[in-house]
């Protein structure tokens, strides 16, 4: 459950940068996942350089964080500029292929960076549990899980601030409602346009450095699954709200840490084989084992994406939807 | 008769043409032979993408769906064949049964996957898609326990290979003093497959479904309004896409004799996906060029890159697997934001990409 909340403000963090961006311009960002993926590495990076400083571990991860955000804000503007802009008006097949050549070259200019192996961060915050019980069995929250959670509902209520009380944010609202209309109001369209992606990197940043410090590894090809996830929570919550962005990014966190562990136990082959026949000689042979077992975890975000796109293709929260292709 | 009629129209010329085509198309493996047995390898795997290019041509560029998990059809098709042709479940049926059931689980797969995604944007499909590449591996990986169906990440040995007339297309054949190669038959057998299936493309282009497909493309609304039955119609083209992959997948099997879940990552669907856009999307020529240059050049490259490399540094620096994904990656975007209709643009496609540049921008 803490670990499901966790993950799920990770998420959440993630799949804002994919409304945010398309709230304004309606297209998907392919390109998002290979930013936190950038963003992870960077941190990545600065930790292992400052790690035998002997500086303490928050001051070091503030820096690896310091150092992802404006990283990644270039890398999202450079990826507006080439794989959007030049394409706004055009068939929107266009900037979707765009963006996936972009994410392309950016995996693998990482691998060429980083290498192609999955590097290990360096274990710099020592890990303490607190309970939530007296028992030593008892469910348990980290000291890390409640950084993550803390620093994602920072990143959550300031982005709401930016959006709703600040100049910029009445002019990225005004461009998602009309753009030419927004245009015509003396609001620079391409500005705004390229500072939600420039937002959506760095909070994108903030959410690499966070997977990775969660996890303990990284890799050039973590971005795509970590898209992927983050964008069938944003799909989830109504995609283009970012209030949906942040409840279907913790339910799919939630969702996929407890899918893991309950769908393998109804499934544990034992189980099985008092209602359906044939389940018996593999229940003898490893009982322990299940139909589907926690193998499957990435399974679940894709289940849910195609559920939400049948039975609801607004989302939770969302108002409209385009059925055009 | 009297009319001026040019070069192109006079048939005698273009049987010709075909003719001296089909001449050096039949002396190739035998001139790449020359350099070495891995050229034709390199050629039928080249044919392989091909073939699988054509099949996301219908989806991507035909009916203007982007599909970005392709390959996944191609895994159905290659595991079907190797499930029923191999000492796996200790089943051996011949390849004519096995490649038409290939393309009907794939066409079942695809169908699977667009009834709930088609009505919605296009957008939804490629994401749905690109988790659906995904997941199907992730299944291909994890479906040994706790029965046996993939073999999981160790894959699956020694598939049949195909027998044809009474030849094993796994071993040599001599004919007198002329010893025919396993991998020159493959060849023929594959150039035999891509004419008919370029036969199929050619009449389906021009066909009731085709131009349905392009009307749809252009302008789904008033494709509605004519009459057009879009869902199917989309339909309809993901699952011919799919049941073509599935075809590759299934000749990909017979010829390497082993495959695991490795074969079919994201990165093989985007390799299709660029060599759609390289040679100009719904324009089936352009396909086939996109398709055999960017399964050549990284090869040729494999054989520059790295010794250049190694003279000028003393080792290997940049992997060439690394500069052959850059390469794709990078003919994506730069073809989309130069030459979106692609190197050989389809006439109709290029009208539009063209004009949607200049104009309607509410449509996108």
Redesign the interface.
């Known amino acids: 459950m803490v670990n499901g909340l966790t993950l799920g403000c990770v998420y959440a963090v993630v799949a804002l940068g994919y409304t945010m961006v398309y709230g304004i311009v309606q297209l998907i960002n392919f390109a998002h996942g290979e930013v936190v993926m950038i963003g992870c590495m960077v941190a990545f990076s600065v930790i292992v350089a400052l790690a035998p400083t002997g500086l303490p571990p928050f001051v070091i991860v503030g820096a690896g964080i310091a150092a992802a955000v404006p990283a990644c804000m270039a890398v999202g503007f450079a990826v507006e500029r080439i794989a959007y802009r030049p394409l706004r008006n055009a068939p929107r097949l266009a900037p979707l292929i765009t963006a996936i050549g972009v994410s392309i070259v950016l995996q693998h200019l990482a691998l060429l960076v980083w290498s192609r192996n999955i590097i290990a961060f360096p274990q710099i915050i020592e890990l303490k549990l607190f309970h939530f019980g007296s028992s030593e069995t008892s469910a348990a929250i980290s000291n890390i899980q409640i950084a993550i959670i803390a620093t994602s509902v920072a990143m959550m209520a300031g982005l709401l601030l930016l959006v709703y009380r600040t100049r910029l944010g009445i002019a990225m609202r005004a461009t998602s409602q009309n753009p030419q209309v927004a245009g015509l109001m003396g609001i620079d369209v391409n500005r705004v346009i390229s500072a939600t992606f420039v937002i959506g990197a760095s909070l994108g940043a903030v959410a690499g450095a966070m997977v990775g410090t969660y996890y303990g590894i990284a890799h050039y090809q973590m971005g795509f699954l970590l898209g992927l996830k983050a964008f069938s929570a944003a799909v989830l919550g109504g995609i283009g709200n970012l209030a949906g962005a942040v409840l279907g990014g913790i339910l799919m966190g939630l969702i996929e840490a407890l899918g893991a562990g309950y769908v393998g136990d109804f499934t544990n082959v034992c189980l099985l084989d008092r209602f359906l026949p044939g389940f018996s000689a593999v229940c003898e042979a490893s009982p322990e084992s299940s139909l589907f077992g926690s193998n499957y975890k990435d399974v679940y975000a894709f289940i849910v994406l195609i559920l939400v796109l049948v039975f609801r293709p607004s989302g939770l929260l969302g108002e409209r939807v385009g059925d055009r292709a | 008769m009297g009319t001026p009629s040019t070069l192109r129209d006079d048939p005698r010329l273009k049987w010709a043409g075909l003719a001296l085509i089909a001449i050096a198309l039949i002396a190739l493996p035998f001139v790449l032979a020359m350099a070495g047995t891995a050229w034709v390898r390199i050629t039928n795997l080249a044919i392989l993408f091909v073939l699988l290019s054509l099949g996301l041509n219908i989806v ?1 560029g035909f009916a ?3 599909d ?1 998990g392709y390959i996944a059809f191609y895994a159905v098709g290659a595991y079907v064949y190797a499930l029923l042709a191999s000492p796996h479940f200790g089943l051996h049926l011949p390849w004519w049964a096995i490649l038409p059931i290939g393309a009907a689980v794939a066409c079942l797969f695809g169908v699977l996957l667009g009834t ?2 088609l ?10 898609t ?3 590449g ?2 199907i591996r ?2 291909l ?2 479906l040994s ?3 046996n169906l993939t073999n999981g990440p160790k894959g699956i040995a020694t598939i049949d290979p195909i027998r044809f007339l009474g030849l094993d297309f796994s071993s040599a054949t001599r004919i007198g003093e002329f010893a025919l190669s396993g991998t020159i038959k493959y060849y023929f057998f594959l150039l035999a497959v891509l004419v008919v299936v370029i036969v199929v493309n050619l009449r389906l282009q021009d066909s009731r479904i085709g131009r349905a497909w392009e009307a ?1 493309r252009e302008d ?2 008033a494709a509605r309004s004519m009459g057009i039955n879009t869902t199917r119609m ?1 339909l309809l083209a993901f699952a011919m896409g799919a049941s073509f992959g599935g075809i590759a997948g299934g000749m990909f099997s017979a010829i390497q004799g082993f495959i695991s879940p490795e074969s079919f990552v ?2 093989e669907s ?1 390799m299709v ?2 060599m759609v ?1 390289l040679g100009g ?1 719904g324009n089936i020529w352009g396909v086939v060029l996109g398709a055999v240059l960017l399964s050549f050049v990284p090869e040729i490259l494999r054989y520059t890159v790295e010794p250049v490399q190694r003279m000028l540094f003393g080792r290997s620096l ?2 060439p697997e ?1 500069i052959r ?2 390469l ?6 730069v073809m ?2 130069f030459r ?1 209709a692609g190197i050989l643009p389809s006439a109709v496609r290029k009208r ?2 063209a004009t ?6 509410d ?2």
């Open positions: 991507v203007g769906l982007l970005l709930p995604t009505k919605l944007r296009g957008d939804y499909l490629a994401i749905v690109l988790g659906f995904e997941i992730i299944f990986n994890n326990e706790p029965f749809i789904e609304m989309k994201l990165n985007v996906l660029a856009v999307m940049i992997d690394v994904m850059l794709f990656g990078l003919a994506m975007v989309m934001l979106p539009e990409l949607g540049r200049e104009g309607d921008g449509d996108a």
